[in-house]
């Protein structure tokens, strides 16, 4: 239990934990938040991982997520193996991409030998290149894609995998999907939605209006006024536009800027690529690649 100023860790583990994390190669750490008491920011657990088994080894309860209070649970771990006279040298650290983490085990080399799976630049901008070509002209993106494949792709073969993959699925000539099913640029150009989230607004309004699973009447009675409500709606659509949130505008009229510059010959295919991908919001890129 360590306790400073207005933050608190307590720290939880066993023997047997240290000296399964001392045998193993991999320590993978993630938090979590619905399991944690409220008067605790998150639940951080280390696990390791041998022959397909994933076992969490320590659990410690945070007040924040600074790259302090993790520094200070992997220092309790290696405090604790030194009592047992238990060595802790893992060749990796797997964990969400969180720079107070990187700090953290970063700054134990004295400590503790870890090599973080991270995204280099190069991983990075492969992966941002891949989903930017959705955004780019349509025109150009069999070329793009074989540069970027060309100058990013990083010696996992899990990377060579996937470039296959997206290759024979959705870039060739010849691909199940053809670019012109998947590529939005035109939807950028003419302000159209690029994706379906209107539509799954919609279906989480159906959930809560009619509920899971109603009967035939209740479903029939519920269906009469939605369409009232969207006769409505429908009404309001010729007199009135719905204001788009700021982020969504931003990003547009970065799309835009970044196509003028790629017209104009100051950007390069594989830059426009790049740039789109990074100014889509989407989820966390795993650190293994």
């Not at 993790?70 to 405090?79: A, R, S, V």
């Not at 691909?175 to 099913?181: V, Y």
């Not at 100051?266 to 989820?283: E, P, Q, R, Y």
Request: proline share 2%; with cysteine; aromatic share 12%.
């Amino acid at each position: 239990d360590l306790r400073e100023s207005d933050t608190r860790l307590l720290v939880f583990g066993s023997k047997w934990g240290i000296e399964y994390l001392s045998e193993v190669d991999t320590w993978h750490m993630d938090g979590t938040f619905k399991t944690r008491p409220l008067s605790f920011r998150q639940l951080y657990i280390i696990h390791g991982y041998r022959n397909g088994y994933m076992i969490p080894t320590v659990y410690a309860l945070t007040s924040d997520k600074s790259g302090k209070t993790y520094e200070q649970i992997l220092k309790t771990i290696i405090e604790q193996a030194n009592k047992y006279n238990i060595v802790v040298e893992p060749k990796r650290a797997v964990s969400d991409f969180e720079q107070a983490i990187f700090n953290a085990t970063g700054g134990l080399t004295s400590y503790l030998k870890v090599s973080h799976s991270t995204c280099t630049e190069s991983s990075i901008n492969w992966s941002r290149g891949a989903i930017g070509l959705a955004l780019i002209p349509l025109n150009i993106v069999i070329e793009t894609w074989a540069n970027i494949m060309s100058e990013y792709t990083s010696d996992d073969s899990a990377a060579t995998t996937f470039n296959d993959y997206l290759t024979d699925t959705c870039v060739d000539d010849d691909a199940i999907f053809q670019s012109f099913i998947w590529n939005i640029h035109d939807l950028i150009i003419t302000g159209q939605p690029r994706t379906n989230n209107h539509v799954e607004d919609f279906h989480n309004r159906l959930k809560q209006h009619f509920g899971v699973h109603p009967y035939i009447y209740e479903f029939i009675e519920a269906l009469k006024e939605e369409n009232e409500y969207n006769h409505t709606r429908y009404t309001e659509s010729f007199m009135q536009t719905v204001k788009r949130k700021k982020v969504h505008n931003n990003c547009d009229n970065k799309f835009k800027e970044y196509f003028k510059r790629y017209e104009n010959g100051t950007l390069s295919g594989t830059d426009l690529a790049i740039k789109c991908g990074k100014c889509v919001n989407t989820a966390k890129l795993p650190l293994s690649l």
